[in-house]
């Protein structure tokens, strides 16, 4: 597992192996980015392959090996390696991207990388000064957190990736919910953009964070893991969820930790973690079984049973399902209205229902982050993921 892990990792840094960053002023970039679009020659190249290394998206495995494969094609011309064997997958799909491109000339490759890398940073997010930005706390580009009428909202932002976690966001939804614990408003808010609440941890964080030690990886994950989960289990104001679409995984579990949660008839939940040779955390080995019951609470976090809002709802796990087409309608109204309540009140009110369990809910996010760090360790995880990130498998 990790060696496929770090081979992964390293389809990224292999393609980039290059000369330091030259410095170019924005005005310089742009009249050097418009250049890119029409041409292809070696210094567009060059500054094309600078430019990638500053792209604040991460673009994805599959672009990652599209470029990979201009790379190689445009500085070595066609794939001269010989082909890796079958279980080497990865070696194997940066050798099929790089032999796909047959006898594509060298100056042509130079050309489709330069257009490529033109497009990427064509979307990447714009600077501050775009309408609306004003509002917007600074320090994050993995959320949005906006505070107005009493109400911090803090919103997941990666959609092109389904609001997957990634080591970023969970080190900026700390700072947020820390930051939102001590403001003064008087609720807060978790919510998605685009159309999923959030598809769970970024499958990615397997590779990008391993070291030479898979155990130490493994170790660093639960403690961040532990720390996370911790945030939400010690948040002193009534806590919120918005699921404005799918949520797969850890957003699901962290629900149970949650005071009320909204659902749009678009959400679904599902906890996958037999399929992820993985186990439950978030709390909700206890929380879900408390709030479903244990035969319910088996089917979702044993079987990996996906469930739509409405059955969440029956079951306890949601507050109330709105119709996808009024929902950030009314659920706004009505949250303005709970905002105007008195906040110590609630806020004691909260801590009343909750305090009597917080030991208890520590112990059992320790247990199961315990239980996770071998999990990542296993077999079973090691092959789900490889399958997710070689794209042979999706949930
Ligand atoms: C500190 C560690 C804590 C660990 C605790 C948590 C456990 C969990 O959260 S387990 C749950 C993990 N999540 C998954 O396994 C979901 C994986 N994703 C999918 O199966 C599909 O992407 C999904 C069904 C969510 C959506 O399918 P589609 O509608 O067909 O969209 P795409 O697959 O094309 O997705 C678009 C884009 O997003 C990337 N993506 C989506 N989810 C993830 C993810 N969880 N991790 C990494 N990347 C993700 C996907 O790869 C696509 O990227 P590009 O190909 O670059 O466009």
Redesign the pocket.
């Known amino acids: 597992m990790a060696a496929a892990a770090a081979g992964l990792a390293s389809i990224w840094r292999l393609s980039h192996r290059l000369r330091p960053l030259q410095v170019i002023s924005f005005p310089v970039l742009q009249l050097h980015m418009s250049r890119i679009a029409m041409g292809g020659s070696q210094k567009d190249f060059e500054m094309a392959v600078n430019q990638v290394k500053r792209l604040k998206n991460?673009?994805?495995?599959?672009?990652k090996l599209k470029l990979y494969a201009l790379y190689k094609q445009a500085t070595e011309g066609p794939c001269n390696m010989p082909k890796p064997g079958m279980f080497d997958f990865i070696n194997k799909a940066k050798w099929d991207s790089w032999n796909a491109l047959g006898n594509l000339s060298k100056e042509t490759a130079r050309q489709n990388y330069v257009e490529l890398v033109s497009n990427l940073s064509a979307s990447e997010p714009s600077s501050p000064g775009k309408p609306g930005a004003g509002r917007k706390q600074a320090g994050y580009d993995t959320l949005v957190v906006t505070s107005e009428d009493g109400i911090t909202k803090i919103m997941f932002n990666r959609p092109?990736?389904?609001n997957?976690?990634?080591?970023q966001m969970?080190q900026e939804l700390m700072a947020a919910l820390e930051a939102a614990g001590k403001d003064d408003s008087a609720i807060t808010v978790i919510t998605g953009n685009g159309d999923?609440y959030s598809?769970?941890?970024?499958?990615?964080?397997f590779t990008d964070s391993l070291q030479d030690d898979i155990e130490k990886s493994a170790q660093n994950?639960?403690i961040?893991?532990r720390n996370?989960v911790g945030c939400f289990i010690d948040f002193p104001k009534p806590l919120i969820a918005m699921v404005n679409g799918?949520a797969?995984?850890?957003?699901v579990?962290l629900l149970g930790l949650f005071d009320i949660i909204y659902a749009s008839d678009r959400a679904t939940f599902h906890?996958?973690?037999s399929?992820?040779g993985?186990s439950p955390?978030g709390c909700s080995s206890y929380m879900f079984p408390k709030i479903m019951g244990s035969a319910k609470a088996a089917e979702m976090l044993i079987f990996g049973k996906k469930i739509t809002a409405k059955e969440a709802c029956a079951q306890g796990l949601v507050t109330e399902v709105f119709p996808d087409s009024t929902f950030q309608k009314e659920v706004w109204t009505r949250l303005k209205v709970y905002a105007k309540l008195p906040p110590n009140a609630m806020r004691i009110s909260k801590q009343l229902i909750r305090n009597m369990e917080k030991e208890k809910l520590h112990a059992i996010n320790s247990e199961e982050c315990r239980v996770?760090q071998s999990r990542w360790q296993s077999e079973e995880c090691a092959n789900?993921v490889m399958n997710?990130?070689s794209r042979k498998?999706?949930?």
Not at 164 to 167: G, I, P, R, V
Not at 199 to 205: A, Q, R, W, Y
């Open positions: 991460e673009p994805g495995n599959e672009v092109t990736k389904k997957a976690l990634n080591h969970y999923y598809s769970g941890n970024d499958l990615n964080n994950a639960a961040l893991l996370f799918p797969v995984g850890i957003p579990t906890t996958p973690f399929h992820l993985q955390e996770l789900a997710f990130l498998a999706k949930l």
